[in-house]
């Protein structure tokens, strides 16, 4: 049972590439969610998947795209990187059922756009 | 005013001493709220869910006080091993989306 996984680990990107970051869980779980860190600001949601098929904009999506490509994965892609999106990704997942709404980590992606 | 706040701190405490984070919260109607804990550039962990009647963990205890709408996080016995930074995490009411506070970060020092 590994959990929340993300690759890579870690990237650097030139200003304009673009770039898939890939988010699995094996918990069954029904949410998945993706957010950035950036020093002193917290984690701030990007997108969110409530339930397989569904995804919706979170606080900073501009820049970004998401697919819940079935109820394991859950993928974040940058079109066009900028230097502001040079960040901490963390991945995470929540049963969402009654009573249980803990969200469970990935290890995190670390992302520098030059 | 921040939807979600902590004290930045740092908190400086010797080992073996008690030390307690608040966290204020905005929304009245707010359900469900955590306390985790993040290590240096690693992932946030689950450290206590924070239940309306308190709960408590070993050396750590939590409490809700919806009246002043914060929430609480006791840690007795400080041990070398808790320096961290301790996350305050509120779910939105009716969504499936949770607001992080930006942490309180506590060094126990020997």
């Known amino acids: 049972n590994a959990g929340v996984t993300q690759t890579p680990k870690f990237q650097v990107l030139k200003t304009g590439q673009s770039m898939t970051l890939q988010c699995a869980q094996d918990m069954n779980h029904n949410s998945m969610y993706w957010y950035r860190q950036d020093p002193g600001m917290g984690l701030r949601l990007i997108y969110y998947s409530a339930s397989e098929g569904t995804t919706d904009k979170g606080e900073v999506p501009n820049g970004y795209n998401v697919s819940r490509l079935n109820k394991r994965e859950f993928s974040l892609r940058l079109e066009s990187a900028a230097p502001s999106q040079t960040s901490v990704y963390f991945c995470?997942?929540?049963?969402?059922?009654?009573?249980?709404?803990?969200?469970?980590f990935g290890p995190g992606t670390r992302l520098t756009v030059t | 005013r921040k939807e979600v706040e902590q004290d930045p701190g740092p908190f400086n405490v010797p080992e073996g001493a008690t030390v307690a984070f608040n966290c204020t919260y905005s929304?009245?109607?707010?359900?469900?709220f955590f306390w985790y804990r993040q290590d240096c550039r690693k992932e946030p962990k689950l450290l206590m869910s924070v239940y309306s009647s308190g709960n408590e963990d070993g050396r750590f205890t939590a409490q809700l006080n919806r009246a002043s709408q914060y929430i609480s996080l006791l840690i007795r016995d400080s041990k070398l091993s808790d320096s961290a930074t301790y996350l305050c995490v509120v779910r939105t009411p009716g969504t499936y989306k949770y607001i992080f506070g930006t942490g309180t970060r506590l060094k126990v020092l020997a």
């Open positions: 929304n009245s109607a707010s359900q469900s």
């Open positions: 995470a997942s929540t049963p969402t059922r009654q009573g249980y709404y803990e969200q469970y």
